[in-house]
């Protein structure tokens, strides 16, 4: 099993709305058995709150649900728990590695690093623009599952 862990500041706006889009992703491919998904911030500020409301908006009108999601913190045992840890920005990458102290397996990357165009996610609390992050984490998580089938195989 494959386990991939979205990550951005707060874990109310950009890494849920990851986690879910990946999440259907996997589902509609049939992948459930071969990679999960979940996500976290690495601050303290939003810690048991529920995703934004623009995320889940956005979410809602493409189909998807994320119901019963609050933030929860990265923690430094996480790196030995999943195979990827992916930060929506280059802060959340500095961040993560503050967190988790090392990455001696080179588990630790942004989203859109597996895209044609790696760049940062912005985040939509401050932009209000949660059409663009949509589309750029859509980018991302399409781009992961296309590398993740490649690398690991598509049996």
Aim: neutral net charge; aromatic residues 10%.
């Amino acid at each position: 099993m494959i386990k991939v862990l979205f990550v951005c500041h707060g874990n109310i706006c950009r890494s849920p709305m990851a986690e879910f889009v990946f999440r259907d992703m996997i589902k509609k491919n049939g992948l459930e058995s071969r990679i999960s998904c979940e996500s976290s911030a690495t601050s303290t500020e939003e810690i048991g709150n529920s995703v934004h409301y623009g995320t889940k908006k956005k979410l809602k009108e493409v189909g998807i649900l994320v119901e019963g999601k609050q933030a929860v913190q990265l923690k430094r045992s996480d790196y030995d728990k999943y195979d990827l840890l992916l930060g929506m920005e280059q802060r959340n990458v500095t961040n993560m590695l503050r967190i988790l102290g090392s990455d001696p397996e080179g588990k630790v990357r942004r989203l859109l690093d597996y895209s044609k165009h790696p760049r940062d996610i912005a985040d939509p609390w401050y932009t209000g623009d949660f059409e663009t992050t949509y589309q750029d984490v859509y980018e991302g998580c399409d781009c992961l599952l296309t590398y993740l089938l490649d690398h690991y195989g598509n049996k």
